[in-house]
Every structure is written in C-alpha cells, then in structure tokens.
C-alpha cells in the first residue's frame, strides 16, 4: 500500500541533498551495473534485475555512504574518524579516510569475518576488537570518540552513509523506471531507508521491501510493531545485517518509506548465494542474497514481475562460500 507523499515531509531526507551526495562519492561506486538476468529470471519465474554494488575497491555499497560521510568530517575539521563495524563498513570508511588524510579507527567484535578485518586493515585502518556482536562494538566506538575527539560515523544513524546509499536508488530509477519490486538487505537501515526514499519520492508505484534473516530480526520486528524491539542474540551467517538494537530514528524513516519487511531462513541465503552464482556466475556474500532468498521462500508474490534486488557486498571468505555454495550443490549433484 502506498502512503501518502507527505509522510516524507516527517523524515530526516532530502532529494536536493541525494542529489549533492554524488559530487562527493568516488566515481568507483557511482552508475554500477543493473545486470537483467534471464537465466536467473527463468529458474525464480519473475523478471530479474541484478544491481551489483560489489565492483568497487572494497566490495559492497558501503563506499557509497562514507565517501558522503567522510567529506562532512572533513569539512567540519575533524583529523579523525571512528565506528563499529562488522567489517564492510570498517573497509568503506578506511578507504575514503585515507583519500581524505583522515585517520580511521574500526571497532569489531571478536567475532568479526577475519577476511574483512584484513582488508581493513589493509586500507590502513587502526582495528580494535571488542566484545561478543556488533553491539558490543558500538559502545566502544563511542567512548574512542568521547575520550579521543575522534568524528564518530554511526551507520544509519549518520544521515550522510543513508543519503551515499540512496545515490542507488537514483541509479535504479534512471536505468528503469517501470520496475515493480525493489528487494534492499536490511541491517541498520542505511539502505534500505535511503533507498526506499529515493524510490518513494521519484516513482511512488514501486514496492520497496526490505530482507532479514530469521537469525537477527531486531529491525523487522520493530517495524511490524511501529516500536523499537530489542534482541538478545544474532544467529545467522549474514554478518553484514546482524544487529540486535534497532535506531529509533532510522525506524521511523524506515516506517514511512518501506511497503514491507520479510524474513528470511538461513537455508534460503544459501540457495540464494548458489542461484547467483549458478545462474549469473556472481559471488556474494550471505547479506546480498536475501532478496533472491525472499523470491525463493514466497514465487507467488514475485512471479510476473519486474524485480530489482541490490546485490550488496561480496566479501566472503573462499571457505566459508565453498561450505555453504560448492559443497551442498556437489552433493545435491550426486
């Protein structure tokens, strides 16, 4: 259902400020690839349009958000940035740090992909560890940035990393403005907000649904209930959108420009991951094959339709995808 276009009066967005966020972003991330793959369109029985936001220096959307967000830090002084990060966004903003002379400092969980703590740390970033999830993680970010006057970078809480990711949407509606259905992976909320209000104030006729796993459902809760809903645990192998503690704030952005959130089972992120790479020859990380997981659990909904999903990020570690993408479609050939 589609609400009424004043509602987007009442969140923190602007198109004019969308709009501006793309001067500041390296063109690396800008105008990437709506891949329409039939193959894959056939095999899910829907039109299937792949946004793939992983040909970039650090491999996921994230670029986007801290290219606009390192800028502002710039333009207000600041020498140094920090945040938490389950590593994609630790990479993103350690890179356009060092583009800008900014020193960067990522606060992960113990827990953290190993993968994505190299790559940080090889974009020259300082890496802490702290605690058992993201949310640990986050506490320490904030008292580096009280004690040590560091910038503090707050995902989705940080307008400027929802209004980077939101140049997606202005690329979507460009590149096809008769679409149906946009699938965005919902973690903090960057995304799928900025996304979903590009898409609401450009073309309002599209459904913009935002995917979770069942392992970490904090934020979809929250939205079915109009409320903040809290968790205690993450389970689920898509790190890049495992959080326990939704933002208010990017909760009632996400109320007024989301038609829907959906949850997803772990066993439907695999299948999605191997229909991406059997059918499209792509590999993705588990966060940027839940929208393919959603068209997978629900084909009714989808079928005849014209579906974009946001194909977010793709580090993944060789094992880890061998396990959970090679391995089980080997022994299903059997």
Same mark, same amino acid.
Not at 280 to 292: F, H, K, M, N, Q
């Given at each position: 259902?589609?609400?009424?276009?004043?509602?987007?009066?009442?969140?923190?967005?602007?198109?004019?400020?969308?709009?501006?966020?793309?001067?500041?972003?390296?063109?690396?991330?800008?105008?990437?690839?709506?891949?329409?793959?039939?193959?894959?369109? *056939?095999?899910? =029985? !829907?039109?299937?349009?792949?946004?793939?936001?992983?040909?970039?220096?650090?491999?996921?959307?994230?670029?986007?958000?801290?290219?606009?967000?390192? /800028?502002?830090?710039?333009?207000?002084?600041?020498?140094?940035?920090? !945040?938490?990060?389950? @590593?994609?966004?630790? *990479?993103?903003?350690?890179?356009?740090?060092?583009?800008?002379?900014?020193? $960067?400092?990522?606060?992960?969980? %113990?827990?953290?992909?190993?993968?994505?703590?190299?790559?940080?740390?090889?974009?020259?970033?300082?890496?802490?560890?702290?605690?058992?999830?993201?949310? +640990?993680?986050?506490?320490?970010?904030?008292?580096?940035?009280?004690? +040590?006057?560091?910038?503090? $970078?707050?995902?989705?809480?940080?307008?400027?990393?929802? &209004?980077?990711?939101?140049?997606?949407?202005?690329?979507?509606?460009?590149? +096809?403005? %008769?679409?149906?259905?946009?699938?965005?992976?919902?973690?903090?909320?960057?995304?799928?907000?900025?996304?979903?209000?590009?898409? %609401?104030?450009?073309?309002?006729?599209?459904?913009?649904?935002?995917?979770?796993?069942?392992?970490?459902?904090?934020?979809?809760?929250?939205?079915?209930?109009?409320?903040?809903?809290?968790?205690?645990?993450?389970?689920?192998?898509?790190? =890049?959108?495992?959080?326990?503690?939704?933002?208010? &704030?990017?909760?009632?952005?996400?109320?007024?420009?989301?038609?829907?959130?959906?949850?997803?089972?772990?066993?439907?992120?695999?299948?999605?991951?191997?229909?991406?790479? &059997?059918?499209?020859?792509?590999?993705?990380?588990?966060?940027?094959?839940? @929208?393919?997981?959603?068209?997978?659990?629900?084909?009714?909904?989808?079928?005849?339709?014209?579906?974009?999903?946001?194909?977010?990020?793709?580090?993944? @570690?060789? /094992? +880890?995808? /061998?396990?959970?993408?090679?391995?089980?479609?080997?022994?299903?050939?059997?």
């Amino acid at each position: 259902m589609l609400r009424a276009v004043s509602a987007l009066d009442r969140i923190r967005f602007r198109l004019d400020r969308i709009r501006g966020a793309v001067g500041e972003i390296d063109a690396a991330f800008l105008d990437t690839p709506a891949l329409l793959c039939a193959p894959l369109g *056939q095999a899910l =029985g !829907c039109s299937v349009t792949l946004k793939i936001e992983t040909l970039n220096p650090v491999r996921s959307f994230k670029g986007r958000g801290t290219e606009t967000v390192a /800028a502002v830090a710039r333009k207000q002084g600041a020498s140094r940035v920090v !945040c938490a990060s389950a @590593g994609n966004l630790g *990479q993103a903003l350690a890179y356009s740090g060092s583009r800008r002379g900014l020193a $960067v400092t990522v606060v992960a969980a %113990r827990t953290a992909n190993r993968l994505k703590l190299r790559q940080i740390a090889a974009f020259g970033a300082a890496v802490r560890l702290e605690g058992e999830d993201i949310e +640990d993680a986050r506490l320490l970010a904030r008292e580096i940035a009280e004690t +040590d006057g560091a910038y503090l $970078v707050e995902d989705s809480l940080d307008l400027a990393t929802c &209004e980077g990711a939101a140049t997606i949407g202005l690329e979507l509606v460009r590149d +096809d403005p %008769r679409l149906d259905v946009v699938l965005v992976a919902l973690g903090g909320g960057a995304m799928a907000s900025g996304v979903g209000y590009a898409m %609401r104030s450009l073309v309002g006729h599209v459904e913009v649904i935002g995917i979770q796993p069942l392992g970490a459902p904090a934020m979809a809760l929250s939205w079915r209930q109009g409320t903040v809903v809290e968790t205690d645990r993450i389970e689920t192998i898509a790190d =890049g959108v495992a959080g326990r503690c939704p933002i208010p &704030e990017v909760l009632s952005d996400l109320l007024v420009v989301l038609d829907d959130v959906v949850l997803v089972r772990e066993d439907s992120i695999k299948a999605g991951m191997r229909a991406l790479y &059997e059918h499209a020859g792509l590999v993705v990380e588990p966060s940027a094959a839940l @929208g393919i997981a959603a068209v997978l659990e629900d084909p009714e909904r989808f079928a005849g339709r014209r579906v974009t999903t946001i194909l977010c990020g793709s580090n993944v @570690g060789p /094992a +880890d995808f /061998a396990r959970w993408v090679l391995e089980p479609a080997v022994h299903d050939a059997r």
